[in-house]
């Protein structure tokens, strides 16, 4: 199946247990941007309602985001055609545009799905030839970052193989889009008898840094137990900004191909037990946080209360 393009009460700025909160000089506009796409594709996509500035800068303050880099992140979103801002007498809110609506739902949909059923494997490989000129070394950079993204992984210099045939297509566009579908060449078929499949997959995927984060997210989020507002809401963030970025990493190979008791499964698990078992919850919490103040009704008109 081909992968989709994706490319979490506590007092403000406290951390969350369990979740480590960013520190305020590694949060920087980039992380900020990333933490709050990950706010919105949460709460804003399933409300479909606009974001206050305000319930913004609190949620990331929790986060451990400087309001400086929130609001620089903001921008960065709207400039990118994600977001647009609107105003309410004097205060601002945002919107998701239809292309952020479209991002996020693609993200969200495989983000949710990720890791927990894999497909039963037929035993057959694709494998992906490719020359790129040493020179040409952002070019090499390119290819390298789109067929990762596409669950190819690089066994030796040049060649690049997946265990979904399926997914030819993936690579066929991408050799396409960079100009080098004239040094590119694919063939599919079962593993033949020289070598192991297993060292194949080792050297292609380097499973054990693998395995390594998804056993740093379950020491992370296995057990918690956060309180009631804030907490459930931040630690919420935290749990899916976190595990986002694994479909990135993990190129989804079946079964026969894993070691025994993968820890991603285990991993995969947690997640979505812990997303099902917060998610009333922090939306609740969230829409409290978006409900802007009512007026106060008993000043004078013009005191400017």
């Known amino acids: 199946m081909p992968r989709a393009a994706v490319p979490g009460a506590a007092v403000p700025g406290a951390a969350v247990p369990g979740a480590r ?13 990333s933490l709050l796409l990950t706010v919105l594709g949460e709460f804003a996509l399933p409300s479909g ?14 986060l451990g985001v400087e309001e400086k880099s929130t609001r620089q992140a903001l921008t960065r979103l709207a400039g990118d055609g994600w977001i647009a801002a609107e105003r309410v007498g004097r205060r601002a809110r945002w919107r998701l545009t239809q292309s952020g609506r479209e991002l996020l739902a693609e993200g969200a949909a495989r983000i949710y799905a990720f ?7 037929d ?17 090499r950079h390119q290819l390298r970052t789109r067929l990762t993204w596409a669950g190819f992984g690089s066994p030796a210099p040049g060649v690049w193989v997946s265990p979904h045939p399926a997914r030819e297509g993936d690579a066929k566009g991408v050799v396409e889009q960079l100009g080098l579908d004239a040094a590119a060449f694919s063939f599919s078929g079962p593993y033949a008898g020289v070598g192991s499949e297993r060292t ?7 499973l054990g840094d693998l395995a390594a984060g998804y056993e740093d997210f379950l020491q992370e989020f296995a057990g918690l137990r956060p309180g009631p507002g804030d907490p459930t809401l931040l630690a919420q963030v935290r749990l899916v900004h976190e595990w986002r970025k694994f479909p990135m990493r993990d190129p ?6 894993l070691p025994p008791d993968w820890v991603g499964v285990r991993a995969a698990n947690v997640f979505a037990d812990l997303h099902t078992s917060w998610n009333t919850q922090a939306q609740h919490h969230w ?8 007026p106060d009704r008993s000043a004078p008109l013009g005191s400017g209360k």
């Not at 989804?252 to 191909?257: A, G, Q, S, T």
């Open 21 to 33: 909160s960013l520190s305020r000089r590694q949060a920087g506009s980039g992380s900020a941007r």
């Open 115 to 121: 890791g927990r059923d894999r497909e039963s494997w």
């Open 49 to 62: 309602e606009p974001s206050w500035t305000s319930t913004l800068l609190h949620v990331a303050d929790g």
């Open 287 to 294: 829409a409290a946080l978006s409900t802007p103040p009512r």
């Open 252 to 257: 989804e190979l079946p079964r026969e191909l």
């Open 123 to 139: 035993g057959h490989w694709l494998v992906l030839t490719v020359t790129v000129p040493e020179t040409r070394r952002e070019l």
């Open 200 to 206: 194949l997959v080792e050297q292609a995927w380097h």
